[in-house]
């Protein structure tokens, strides 16, 4: 009895001796946490989180001139006065217009080429895949400004090999006219993204289980329903990634019009919320408004990419 009742005052001081490297070991792993995550959270803020807090600032505040407007400007504190000047504005309305249509065009047309590119890919069909990869994904790599550039060249006519090219068969393009420049602008980013995107779902796609797909073969399954009903739903996630980010680009264009602003009268200063940005922030030198103006389309960012994200979340939860 002696000897039993020694050994079990003996055991709760070595589980509690085996406490102390559990403890060291999360210890650890909280500092390399934090260690990795310090540069990361230092660039959130300050690429980020101040320059944002900053904007909110500068919508709150104007300029406002004493007597006929001959002195300077004073800045006082307006409120929401920039926020109302902006929702009340037709030209920032009419560009978050151009950019809902763009999206319509836009998103659905890269993210079904980029798929469908990715499937092909992967299926085999195609010879040199590493060569076609590195073709599709070249244009990714031109700077957006030179794309730009070299499209709006192809645009132009009296320089435009393409035009001149229709005009010899007797057909007229103008890429630059009312009802073709906004699809001018999507096959400039069309051309410049295809394959980024691409490169994301062929990605996914290589990482799925060789025993699904070999499964749905033995079913008798095609190629082409492999491909929809196997391949398709297994990388949804990759799918509602590649749509919620290019939502978001579309959103932030501004390059693309900006360049052909200076081509066609058809694209304003103010064609897209970004470029009323720029406009109301260099042209007017209302900071203030172009402050308002960019926390709306930041708000409206977020609105839209959590809808994504919860919309794709309830499509997983009921498959």
């Known amino acids: 009895m002696s000897t039993v009742t020694s050994s079990r005052r003996t055991a709760p001081p070595q589980a509690a001796a085996a406490d102390p490297p559990r403890r060291i070991g999360r210890r650890q792993q909280r500092i390399a946490a934090t260690v990795l995550l310090t540069p990361f959270t230092a660039l959130l803020i300050a690429v980020f989180l101040v320059p944002v807090g900053y904007a909110i600032y500068l919508s709150f505040f104007g300029e406002d001139h004493s007597g006929l407007g001959f002195g300077g400007g004073e800045t006082v504190f307006t409120g929401l006065r920039s926020y109302l000047a902006v929702l009340q504005d037709p030209s920032f309305l009419s ?106 779902f062929y990605a996914a796609l290589q990482a799925l289980p060789r025993e699904v797909i070999e499964a749905a073969t033995i079913d008798g399954a095609g190629g082409i329903r492999t491909a929809l009903q196997v391949k398709v739903p297994i990388i949804r996630g990759s799918v509602v990634m590649v749509c919620m980010f290019s939502l978001i680009g579309a959103l932030q264009l501004f390059t693309e019009p900006m360049l052909m602003n200076q081509a066609t009268p058809m694209v304003n200063s103010r064609f897209t919320p970004n470029m009323y940005i720029y406009d109301a922030a260099f042209r007017r030198n209302n900071y203030g408004l172009a402050s308002a103006a960019s926390v709306i389309l930041l708000i409206v960012t977020c609105v839209l990419s959590y809808a994504v994200t919860r919309w794709s979340g309830r499509r997983e939860r009921r498959a």
């Open 95 to 200: 560009g978050f217009g151009t950019i809902a249509l763009y999206c319509v065009i836009f998103v659905p047309t890269v993210v079904v080429s980029a798929l469908a590119l990715a499937l092909l890919l992967d299926s085999g069909l195609i010879r040199l895949r590493r060569t076609s990869q590195m073709l599709l994904y070249l244009p990714h790599a031109v700077p957006g400004i030179i794309a730009a550039v070299i499209w709006l060249y192809l645009y132009t006519p009296g320089l435009s090999p393409v035009i001149k090219l229709f005009a010899q068969a007797d057909i007229t393009v103008d890429f630059l006219g009312l009802h073709t420049v906004l699809p001018s602008i999507v096959n400039i980013a069309l051309w410049s993204g295809l394959g980024y995107n691409m490169i994301i």
